[in-house]
């Protein structure tokens, strides 16, 4: 049975930082896209961020209201994904998510996804 765990959510200031794990079991991430998304109260589901293994090693891709300030990793010894966000903004309150896709496809779709996690939730506020 595939699962994904969030972890590492919270409430922080603005201009904090965060990072965010995604525990995956049931499946292995370093054969896998993996995705996060996020949403706010009264919005869809976004992308945020995945991780696809490339001719290149693994690359990241990045919403470009996110470019520069968060940073997605893997850890495929520890079945991880992380997502570190930096200088976090008020408009980056949500409760993100992490995805696994098996198979290619679009990245930033979330219907692409076949297993999602519980989410957690990132406040910022002052």
């Known amino acids: 049975q595939v699962q994904l765990v969030e972890s590492g959510g919270g409430l922080v200031q603005p201009g904090g930082s965060l990072r965010l794990s995604c525990a995956a079991s049931?499946?292995?991430?370093?054969?896998?896209?993996i995705g996060w998304f996020r949403q706010a109260p009264g919005a869809e589901r976004e992308f945020v961020s995945s991780?696809?293994?490339?001719?290149?090693?693994?690359?990241?891709y990045y919403a470009d209201s996110v470019r520069g300030r968060f940073t997605i990793s893997r850890d495929n010894a520890k079945n991880t994904v992380y997502l570190r966000m930096t200088n976090l903004k008020p408009e980056d309150t949500a409760v993100y998510y992490c995805?696994?896709?098996?198979?290619?496809?679009?990245?930033?779709?979330?219907?692409?996804?076949?297993?999602w996690g519980q989410g957690t939730q990132v406040t910022v506020s002052s």
């Open positions: 995805a696994a896709q098996a198979t290619l496809g679009s990245m930033l779709i979330a219907s692409t996804y076949d297993s």
């Open positions: 049931g499946l292995t991430v370093s054969s896998y896209t």
């Open positions: 991780t696809r293994r490339t001719s290149f090693g693994y690359t990241g």
